[in-house]
């Protein structure tokens, strides 16, 4: 089962507003990651965050983690008409299986 | 290098035949993985590989098989395709998996596949 769900669903904003989407989880994790998805493209890597981890940074983009909620959330600041995309987080607490996606999120930025 | 690649990119297909879709990676890594996105659904996964000749059961396997004789490739075999198995499929390697340390996964461009 999925572990990890996105909010919003979707979310519409100006370019160069700044863009905030959360990520809440069920069980404890080990790490949780964050991708990007383009339409019609595979998931690409953004960043990752560990469990013992409250704040990272790269570039625009700023994840947070709260693991006594269980949830993240990322910040893309002074967005871009080519930030649009879907993204997803995911989460690793299974030893020996692979990383758990949620439903995502996707975003539209308007130039 | 390639990365990961999978092939075909599209594919049509009518209930009852069986085909397998192909996936190679040129970067070493032991670890495979096969996911399937629908609309709405987000990615699940099918099956999985931690080396050569090692798979195992994801969410959704039914109706798929897979094998690993080797480390680059990971075939995804649909074994009498239904309209339900419609969707986009990737594939996705990576170094390491769930042991705790950190890894990233690397995502093929995927397999939209329509079952009539």
């Given at each position: 089962s999925q572990q990890g769900e996105e909010d919003p669903q979707a979310l519409s904003i100006q370019e160069g507003e700044n863009a905030t989407m959360n990520c809440s989880y069920k069980t404890?994790?080990?790490?949780?990651?964050?991708?990007?998805?383009?339409?019609?493209?595979?998931?690409?890597?953004?960043?990752?965050?560990?469990?013992?981890?409250?704040?990272?940074?790269?570039?625009?983009?700023?994840?947070?983690?709260?693991?006594s909620k269980k949830s993240s959330s990322?910040?893309?600041?002074?967005?871009?008409?080519?930030?649009?995309?879907?993204?997803?987080?995911?989460?690793?607490?299974?030893?020996?299986?692979?990383?758990v996606f949620g439903k995502g999120t996707r975003l539209s930025v308007i130039a | 290098?390639?990365?990961?690649?999978?092939?075909?990119k599209f594919q049509v297909l009518k209930t009852g035949q069986s085909m397998?879709?192909?996936?190679?990676?040129?970067?070493?890594?032991?670890?495979?993985?096969?996911?399937r996105q629908d609309p709405g659904m987000g990615l699940r996964l099918i099956h999985y590989s931690v080396g050569a000749g090692i798979t195992d059961q994801g969410e959704v396997p039914n109706g798929y098989n897979v094998s690993r004789s080797?480390?680059?490739?990971f075939p995804l075999r649909l074994l009498s395709a239904a309209p339900s198995q419609t969707s986009v499929y990737f594939c996705a390697s990576s170094y390491s998996m769930g042991s705790g340390a950190p890894y990233e996964q690397y995502f093929g461009p995927g397999t939209r596949l329509t079952v009539t």
């Open positions: 404890s994790i080990n790490n949780l990651q964050w991708y990007r998805q383009n339409s019609g493209r595979g998931l690409v890597h953004l960043i990752l965050i560990r469990s013992n981890e409250r704040e990272k940074h790269s570039g625009r983009l700023r994840v947070t983690l709260d693991t990322l910040l893309i600041t002074a967005s871009r008409a080519a930030d649009t995309a879907s993204y997803f987080c995911a989460t690793d607490d299974h030893v020996g299986k692979p990383l | 290098n390639a990365g990961v690649t999978q092939t075909p397998t879709l192909q996936c190679a990676q040129d970067m070493n890594h032991e670890y495979m993985s096969w996911y080797t480390t680059e490739d």
